[in-house]
């Protein structure tokens, strides 16, 4: 891929607090190689752009679906359903006043990213903070991200890249160690579970994690606590038998619904619509077992 060429970007967060240290603008890549259960950003998954559809704003005046050149929208039963001939030109968004239909990815270079982070430096000096990429997965886009990480280097922005790992390894060893951070999501160790719940198997992605920490880079590993999914005794042990001789500090993400609207607004299924959250006892039963095992380990929002 050429370095020059746009990726696609689906946000840019600025005044972010949970992607690294101190205040951080996080940089959202469009696509992704896994498809977890419990994603709380479906429009992340595809590789090119997504209509989202909110309709509680639609007014069902009918001028997107005159306006498609595609005539891929159509109403039914009240709801607007955008078809697969559907080429995301966008042209329905600008007929649409109640904004009941927004584009998910547009097209950024490297060099138009580093304009936009440069107008946080003064909050990176100040916190300490810096830059993350974060998806979808960046290391789908290598060269870029690796462009986009040098130049953050050379503004002396500090960066940090979250990434689920699942990427050839030559590449992964590459690409990843520009990045001052590492936050590195694992998400299940039985490989016929992570097959099941993110559509992958995750030889890769723990040979990656294992190399990487082999070569003392800073991580820290973020596991998302998912009832039901992977936070039974076995799950718990057999991610403490792979991180205890490690040394890398994890950090237990508790599942929360929050995305669940989003897969409405793409007429996708949310599979977990019926997962609770994790309890405070179970999430510190959870955080308990693997500190006995000797992970250094923490609970996101605990003090």
């Not at 946080?120 to 993350?132: P, Q, R, Y």
């Not at 790992?165 to 590492?182: C, E, K, N, R, S």
């Not at 001789?245 to 607004?265: D, N, S």
């Amino acid at each position: 891929m050429n370095p020059e060429a746009p990726s696609l970007i689906f946000n840019i967060m600025r005044f972010a607090t949970h992607d690294g240290p101190g205040i951080r603008t996080t940089i959202f890549f469009k696509g992704c190689p896994l498809a977890c259960t419990w994603c709380h950003n479906p429009e992340s998954q595809s590789f090119r752009p997504d209509i989202l559809y909110f309709p509680d704003r639609c007014r069902h005046c009918g001028d997107c679906v005159a306006a498609c050149p595609e005539h891929a929208i159509e109403e039914r039963g009240g709801v607007l359903y955008t078809a697969g001939t559907c080429r995301r030109c966008g042209h329905c968004l600008d007929f649409c006043m109640a904004e009941a239909r927004q584009m998910a990815g547009r097209p950024y270079t490297a060099a138009e990213l580093l304009r936009e982070v440069e107008r946080d430096l003064i909050f990176f000096e100040e916190s300490g903070g810096g830059v993350t990429l974060s998806g979808g997965e960046p290391l789908s886009r290598p060269r870029f991200v690796s462009a986009l990480l040098l130049g953050c280097r050379e503004r002396g922005i500090a960066t940090a890249i979250e990434t689920c790992g699942f990427a050839h390894p030559d590449v992964f060893l590459q690409v990843a160690p520009l990045a001052g951070l590492v936050l590195f999501d694992l998400k299940l160790m039985d490989p016929v579970k992570h097959q099941r719940h993110t559509g992958v198997a995750n030889h890769t992605i723990l040979r990656n994690l294992k190399a990487l920490a082999g070569l003392r880079h800073p991580i820290k590993v973020r596991i998302p606590v998912v009832p039901g999914v992977n936070d039974s005794a076995r799950d718990v042990d057999e991610f403490a038998a792979f991180l205890a001789p490690l040394g890398a500090p994890v950090e237990l993400l508790p599942y929360h619904a929050i995305g669940a609207e989003k897969y409405r607004r793409l007429h996708r299924i949310y599979e977990l619509k019926d997962t609770p959250e994790p309890s405070a006892a179970d999430l510190a039963q959870f955080r308990g077992r693997l500190a006995h095992a000797g992970v250094n380990v923490t609970l996101r929002g605990s003090t």
